[in-house]
């Protein structure tokens, strides 16, 4: 009997059904980050056990719309653009974690499959959604352009209902695109025990870093942000006490594996 092939589910005889390609994975993409305070109590009741609150600024958070291209190294997904193409909204808050400060997503939302079970092997809560933002351009009137007054807006949806909107307008160019993403990131890879019994099978502390990182120039503006209360999403619990800032930048980066930082808790027998 053949051995089944394929990095995930479903292992098929060629691998070629599987919902993920093999790694290393490249991204180029645009980000729309806006960062805001909360009160720190809403950012420290979403962090696991062994995970603390960052002395400095603990109550930000950034909720980041990205519009990306990916593909596998064969490349071949970007002559089949429905297998490349994604968006995603992630809500980032920051901890400590043995002396070093994490980035982490609490939440995160996409708009395809594939994006979705990649997110779960690297650690990612990620959910389906609709998700919408506009996009620059370089030539006529239907889009704004990368320069001062650009005016931008973004949305998330979930099971019809809208959950977040955004308005973004450049003032002008910035160092930085903020500073709630700029650590290296902590995420959980969890799965409860098929017996249903509390226990879990994994649930471990993980961290990726990209690598051939490339980064556009960023463009700073004024930004507006709400959040609806929905019966299936919590970002209300993280109503806004004061605006940050909004950044608008492109990025490209590739990943393969990560490291472990803390092995399966209660590990099963």
């Known amino acids: 009997m053949a051995e089944l092939q394929g990095f995930m589910y479903p292992r098929t005889p060629t691998g070629r059904g599987s919902i993920l390609p093999d790694p290393p994975w490249h991204y180029s993409g645009e980000m729309l980050t806006v960062e805001f305070r909360t009160d720190p109590a809403n950012v420290a009741e979403l962090l696991p056990d062994g995970l603390e609150l960052c002395e400095e600024d603990p109550g930000a958070v950034a909720i ?7 593909c596998s190294n064969n490349f071949d997904e970007l002559l089949d653009p429905v297998r490349s193409q994604y968006k995603e909204v992630f809500v980032v808050i920051r901890c400590a974690y043995e002396g070093q400060t994490w980035s982490r997503a609490a939440y995160i939302w996409v708009d395809k499959d594939y994006a979705m079970a990649r997110g779960h092997v690297q650690g990612y809560p990620k959910k389906m959604a609709e998700i919408g933002m506009t996009r620059p351009v370089t030539l006529g009137k239907a889009g704004p352009r990368l320069e001062v007054g650009g005016r931008f807006g973004a949305t998330l949806s979930t099971w019809g209902r809208r959950i977040a909107d955004a308005r973004f307008t450049i003032t002008g160019p910035a160092e930085t695109a903020g500073f709630v993403n700029g650590h290296p990131m902590l995420h959980s890879r969890q799965m409860p025990a098929i017996e249903m019994d509390g226990r879990e099978s994994l649930n471990e502390l993980v ?16 930004v507006e ?16 006490l004061e605006m940050i800032g909004g950044f608008y930048r492109q990025v490209a980066n590739s990943m393969h594996g990560g490291t472990t930082v803390r092995a399966t808790q209660n590990p099963l027998a």
């Open 225 to 240: 942000l709400d959040l609806f209360d929905t019966p299936t999403e919590e970002l209300t619990r993280l109503q806004p």
């Open 64 to 70: 980041i719309w990205a519009d990306w291209q990916s």
């Open 207 to 222: 961290t990726m870093r990209g690598y051939d990182v490339e980064l556009g120039p960023v463009f700073a503006g004024e």
